[in-house]
């Protein structure tokens, strides 16, 4: 069974600009949380969806959104990009609610200039 | 769970146990708390998670007190694999139940 997937792996953008990052779940999973990673703040929960609709969300300016399509694959989206995104974003898929046996994919780095 | 709780950093020899306790004051009570390992360049690994008690599986136990205030990972007889970063996780009950990671345990296992 294929893992978490994630694109793009790396990305370079300017401050001001935004980025969409996408992530596809294991198959047959329908929960997807997405997390910050920084060496400062660890790891910071963002989002977490489960069939379509955002169950939850962590402390995060409205810059940062997100959604999740009717077959589990998700984006999410950050506008006016600040030198402060630059972090690594993770991915994670479980196959219910209820569980944290979450599988994370390699995730995506972004760096902001 | 908030970002102090888990020693920053542990270090241990081959064949040892090592225990790694979370301490998360305003977890969910009706929730389980989770377990990662993560090493450099990768996302987190799943490793275990439980409600109340015990819990065992082929790679660690899980000890969780009565009063769920904390938690304890073991990981018996450790390896130079096993040098990773380990990470709790739990829904925090006071903050509309966002997920929440402990700040992260560095590892460190020599020969």
């Known amino acids: 069974k294929a893992g978490v997937t994630q694109t793009p792996r790396y990305l370079i953008k300017t401050r001001g600009q935004q980025v969409t990052l996408s992530c596809s779940p294991i198959?047959?999973?329908?929960?997807v949380s997405w997390y910050q990673q920084t060496p400062g703040q660890g790891l910071q929960f963002l989002f977490e969806y489960f069939s379509e609709t955002q169950r939850n969300k962590g402390n995060f300016p409205g810059r940062f959104s997100g959604r999740q399509f009717s077959n589990s694959r998700s984006e999410m989206n950050v506008s006016t990009l600040e030198l402060g995104d630059s972090a690594l974003y993770l991915c994670?898929?479980?196959?219910?609610?209820?569980?944290?046996?979450?599988?994370f994919g390699p995730g995506t780095r972004l760096t902001v200039t | 769970l908030a970002k102090t709780t888990q020693p920053i950093s542990m270090d241990s020899y081959e064949g040892q146990e090592v225990n790694i306790t979370c301490s998360h004051n305003?977890?969910?009570?009706?929730?389980?708390i989770t377990w990662y390992q993560q090493f450099p360049s990768q996302g987190p690994r799943f490793i275990i998670q439980?409600?109340?008690t015990k819990v065992t599986n082929e790679v660690a136990s899980l000890f969780i007190p009565a009063d769920r205030k904390s938690s304890t990972l073991s990981l018996p007889r450790v390896s130079l694999s096993d040098t990773a970063v380990y990470y709790c996780l739990g829904r925090r009950y006071n903050q509309g139940g966002k997920l929440i990671f402990g700040q992260g345990t560095e590892l460190s296992v020599k020969p």
């Open positions: 994670a898929s479980q196959r219910e609610e209820g569980t944290y046996e979450q599988y």
């Open positions: 198959s047959g999973h329908r929960s």
């Open positions: 305003n977890i969910a009570t009706n929730d389980y």
């Open positions: 439980g409600y109340k």
